[in-house]
């Protein structure tokens, strides 16, 4: 989200990263008028937007980067219907539907997806110097050791330069694999909603 604030002289934009299962409340299904743990007023003064990947790529990461860091796996940590229940939540509370990016279109397309984004109205215009950016440590991942690392290692979308490590052949349990399958139908719904050139 994108939470445009102004002071006497600027109009200043803050983007805000978060995930949807962070935000959305557990027993949100209890809580229809906000099923978020933010307030109305201040979801209604941000523009929010989505990405949205894959079951297919998305839980075999998620599985690998908790076996690769040694910790047990969290299922929710998936987080798809957190995902839709919050698309649809600020589509109703906002009257528009927010900006959704598939990342397989942005990785085959990234300049006229980032385009289309900054067209939506997240950025005063699109530069090509958003493609593309410098391999280097961010000391905000620092205490997430081995969850950012093929961020950091990355110039451009697509563009990693990643080692193989002993996760990259490992096999998914069942559990993971119905996982996978089960988010399928919440992707192919919000998947329909993207952003498309």
């Known amino acids: 989200m994108i939470l445009k604030t102004a002071s006497n002289t600027e109009n200043k934009k ?11 409340r557990p027993d949100y299904k209890l809580h229809p008028q906000n099923p978020t743990v933010l307030p109305l007023d201040f979801l209604k003064k941000c523009t929010h937007t989505f990405i949205l990947r894959t079951p297919e ?45 598939d990342a397989s279109d942005l990785l085959t397309e990234p300049t006229t997806i980032m385009r289309m984004y900054c067209e939506s109205g997240i950025h005063d215009r699109f530069e090509p110097g958003l493609l593309e950016w410098k391999a280097e440590r961010v000391q905000g991942f620092d205490k997430w050791d081995g969850w950012h690392d093929e961020a950091q290692q990355s110039t451009g979308f697509n563009k990693i330069q990643k080692a193989k490590d002993s996760t990259d052949d490992l096999a998914l349990p069942d559990d993971v694999k119905q996982l996978m399958e089960q988010s399928m139908p919440i992707y192919n719904a919000l998947y329909q909603l993207r952003m498309r050139s």
């Open 14 to 24: 803050v983007f805000v990263k978060d995930m949807a299962r962070h935000v959305v």
């Open 57 to 101: 790529k998305s839980v075999p990461s998620l599985y690998r980067v908790y076996r690769k860091t040694n910790a047990d796996f969290i299922p929710e940590d998936i987080g798809y219907p957190e995902l839709q229940v919050l698309f649809q939540f600020l589509t109703e509370l906002t009257g528009s539907r927010p900006a959704l990016i």
